[in-house]
């Protein structure tokens, strides 16, 4: 599997934006998923977007209701770099944030159980 690391994490104030990134993930020219998850302390880590590619193309097809509208996925394909963009950031979106990937297809894009490879995570706090 990959070895991923996310950066980009930070404090921010409520309504402020963040851009997390993903770097480690190599060309593959079959199916492909990856995705951001988000974790607290004392919670089972929730997927907060996943996606599906394959070579370069890559789509997200799953954002929880709790960032649409606010958080956007996309992939970087000349450097493979997967990027989460959070605008409009709520004190609830605090959470460590990891990116995965898996070589293969998802069954589920979002769940973590689907993944296989993951990063060592990048915090993010948001105050209110």
């Known amino acids: 599997q990959v070895q991923l690391v996310e950066s980009g994490g930070g404090s921010v104030q409520a309504g402020g934006s963040l851009r997390l990134s993903c770097v480690g993930f190599?060309?593959?020219?079959?199916?492909?998923?990856m995705g951001w998850f988000r974790q607290v302390p004392g919670k089972e880590r929730e997927g907060v977007v996943g996606?599906?590619?394959?070579?370069?193309?890559?789509?997200?097809?799953s954002y929880a209701d709790s960032v649409k509208g606010r958080f956007t996925m996309s992939k970087d394909s000349a450097t493979n770099t997967l990027y989460l963009q959070m605008n409009s950031l709520k004190p609830e979106d605090t959470a460590m944030y990891y990116c995965a990937a898996k070589f293969g297809y998802c069954l589920n894009t979002d769940r973590p159980s689907d993944y296989a490879g993951w990063g060592q995570g990048t915090q993010v706090t948001v105050s209110s």
């Open positions: 190599v060309y593959f020219p079959s199916d492909y998923c």
């Open positions: 996606g599906r590619g394959k070579g370069s193309t890559f789509y997200a097809d």
